[in-house]
């Protein structure tokens, strides 16, 4: 199925993705109260809105209800929300509650995110901010043109970034090739990066400036000579380019 056209996966009210007729093969999902039924709705319309912020701000809003949901009602398992109803069968267009504030929505296979898919995980730590992996998935893993970050949707805290953001290819989970890295400061000023990653490793090169200190190295931005990014020599040697979205908490 298409789903919704705004590419948020929700079919419209009373259209379920596959006719409907078929759900009494599967085994049901639990039965929601009233209290979790009017969240999910309040989620699912700030799904289909698309609106990351309104996303995010809902899940803290209903925390309590929707945490409940996961671990009580669901007992921490998954069900794909198709517009209408939960349903036991995750292959379809939908999201997908994967903790108290935590969800994925777009397109699903069995194995979890399938084509076009973002996850999303929205926290309150000094400020609210909202974290996500969006782009295309196969298997579950981000596995083609991806874009990953977070952003402070009401402020960052103090000395820290509004907003950062990942964009390349992934295989299977992590970043490769030429990836950009853009860091965003509360007061507007962005300041972009372009880097080579290998299996999410950066891969040094001639760019990377090392000193002053001992063992760090420096990266020039592209856009803003007034800025580098620093990486220490264990830094350089970690998979730091990869999703931390994951849908299989093994991984």
Known sequence: GTGGADGSGLAGAGQSASGGMDSSSQSEAPELNEQERAAVQRLA???????????????????????????????EERYRYDGTEFRTDLAGEGMVLTGAASVFYGSFGENGPEGRCTALQAVELEKPRYDYSEGIWKDGRMDGAGVSGYRYYQGPPQGEAEEIRREGRFVRGKMEG?????NTGSDGVTATYTMEVKEGVTQPDDRWIPGPEEGVYHLEADDNPAYAYALTEEEMKQPRWVNLLVWDVEE
């Not at 700030?46 to 007992?75: C, H, M, P, Q």
């Not at 030429?178 to 853009?182: E, G, K, Q």
């Open 178 to 182: 030429t990836i950009t890295y853009r």
């Open 45 to 75: 319309a700030a799904v289909k809105s698309g609106n990351k912020e309104r996303i995010a701000s809902e899940l803290l809003a209903d925390g309590d209800t929707l945490s409940w949901l996961y671990y009580e009602t669901f007992g």
